[in-house]
């Protein structure tokens, strides 16, 4: 149980274009969603926590125009990058927690290069 | 920030080995976790350790937690060339909202 997925896997996109990336919950309710950004051989970093129904919290230096979050059921959120540049490449990696739980449950990440 | 820091960055060993991964961190905590993750994958949790709890095992793994000194260890015993992976301790931030990670240890073990 507590399987967490991510869609797409990785995604190559132009620069200026938007790019949506899913993740979802399936078989259980996640009440919180978070979304990290990871450069190679580097940590994750916190981009912004979202409570379903409601607005994300995006951490400080995120651009929330940049990173639209929508976590519009307790199954699914939705990052948008919005006019994608190169510098925006990174892996992308989603997670998800049941209420009041401890352990965050990880989407397999999603790994985006913008030309 | 990040609220952890592990030492070290890279752990190079032989299977049959042990491993010792440490993290640090800043302010006090109702628990740590430890997650792996693959290379280009997502993350695996490990272990749960509390703030009551002095030591915790799971299998091959042995976690300990000093929250006198602010720290806790994993201990990968018997490794196995399948171990390589980086691994991360993670705390909640102060209100326990969110989880922070530390910078990782990337372990590569040789068969």
């Known amino acids: ?47 912004a ?67 | 920030s990040q609220q952890g820091e592990e030492d070290p960055q890279a752990l190079s060993i032989q299977e049959g080995e042990n491993a010792t991964m440490n993290c640090s961190y800043k302010t006090s905590i109702n628990n740590l976790q430890w997650y792996r993750q693959n290379s280009g994958r997502g993350l695996v949790h490990l272990i749960l350790i509390r703030s009551n709890e002095r030591e915790k095992h799971s299998g091959r793994l042995r976690v300990t937690l000093d929250t006198s000194k602010k720290s806790s260890s994993l201990l990968i015993t018997a490794s196995r060339a399948a171990d390589t992976a980086s691994y991360f301790c993670a705390t909640p931030n102060t209100g326990g909202f969110k989880t922070i990670f530390g910078a990782g240890t990337r372990l590569f073990v040789k068969a």
Not at chain 1, 12 to 31: H, M, N, P, Y
Not at chain 1, 52 to 77: C, M, P, R, W
Request: contains cysteine; aromatic residues 10%.
């Open chain 1, 1 to 47: 149980g507590a399987v967490v997925s991510q869609h797409p896997s990785w995604v190559i996109c132009k620069s200026g274009t938007s790019v949506k990336i899913e993740c979802r919950s399936l078989d259980f309710q996640a009440t919180t969603m978070f979304w990290y950004r990871q450069f190679p051989k580097q940590s994750l970093m916190l981009m």
């Open chain 1, 49 to 115: 926590t979202s409570n379903e129904g409601s607005k994300a919290t995006y951490e400080q230096g995120v651009e929330k125009d940049k990173f639209l979050i929508n976590h519009a059921s307790l199954t699914l959120s939705t990052l948008t990058v919005t006019s994608a540049h190169p510098e925006d490449s990174s892996f992308y990696i989603c997670s998800a927690r049941m209420n009041l739980q401890e352990t965050q449950y990880f989407g397999p990440g999603t790994r985006l290069l913008v030309l």
